[in-house]
T-cell receptor, first 115, second 109 residues
Framework: QQQVKQSPQSLIVQKGGISIINCAYE??????FPWYQQFPGKGPALLIA?????SEKKEGRFTISFNKSAKQFSLHIMDSQPGDSATYFC??????????????FGKGTSLLVTP | NAGVTQTPKFQVLKTGQSMTLQCAQD?????MYWYRQDPGMGLRLIYY???????DKGEVPNGYNVSRLNKREFSLRLESAAPSQTSVYFC????????FGSGTRLTVV
């Protein structure tokens, strides 16, 4: 059973536009929500992450918006660039450092930013 | 460079053959994980090890075994490979955040 649902499956955005990817989760015990970026032939790399005590986190052009009551979170990429073309995964886990709690991933969104 | 190292990077197996995928991390992390990635499926957890000496099943453990050899190393074994195990396998470790290896691309024919 998929614990994290991600949409859309693919996304095409023009250079300079805003890319938006959405995720929803079921398990209210989740308290760590990261986004990963993956380029072909590479492993996922952490892009940005949020905990449910805040509703928004911004790092450069990347912003996570978090809605605890709706159990939804989203990634916004402002001023999208061709170099942002990659697959993006949302994930969720029960947090705590050095715990065994694993990440539960969405199915991924393939983003293409056109020149 | 600190990180997670996986070997081999590529492997082709015949149905029924066995092999072990190796993973090592040098960040002194307690928790380690094995995921498989299939097109359109995201990453699915196979097994994890919360600490040295412990292992637990994840979402898709059938057909796999693991060994947490020491704090650094966590191996994944396929005893009798099947075409359904054709996938890209990622090892990860967790400290403050999760760090992934570069993956092993396995094809079973």
């Amino acid at each position: 059973q998929q614990q994290v649902k991600q949409s859309p499956q693919s996304l095409i955005v023009q250079k300079g536009g805003i890319s938006i990817i959405n995720c929803a989760y079921e398990n209210t015990a989740f308290d760590y929500f990261p986004w990963y970026q993956q380029f072909p032939g590479k492993g996922p790399a952490l892009l940005i992450a949020i905990r449910p005590d805040v509703s928004e986190k911004k790092e450069g052009r990347f912003t996570i918006s978090f809605n605890k009551s709706a159990k939804q979170f989203s990634l916004h990429i402002m001023d999208s660039q061709p170099g942002d073309s990659a697959t993006y995964f949302c994930a969720a886990s029960k947090g705590g450092s050095n715990s065994g709690y694993a990440l539960n991933f969405g199915k991924g969104t393939s983003l293409l930013v056109t020149p | 460079n600190a990180g997670v190292t996986q070997t081999p990077k590529f492997q082709v197996l015949k149905t029924g053959q066995s092999m072990t995928l190796q993973c090592a991390q040098d960040m002194n992390h307690n928790s380690m994980y094995w995921y498989r990635q299939d097109p359109g499926m995201g990453l699915r957890l196979i097994y994890y090890s919360a600490s040295e000496g412990t292992t637990d099943k994840g979402e898709v453990p059938n057909g796999y075994n693991v060994s947490r050899l020491n704090k650094r190393e966590f191996s994944l074994r396929l005893e009798s490979a099947a075409p359904s195990q054709t996938s890209v396998y990622f090892c990860a470790s967790k400290g403050y955040g999760y760090t992934f290896g570069s993956g092993t691309r396995l094809t079973v024919v």
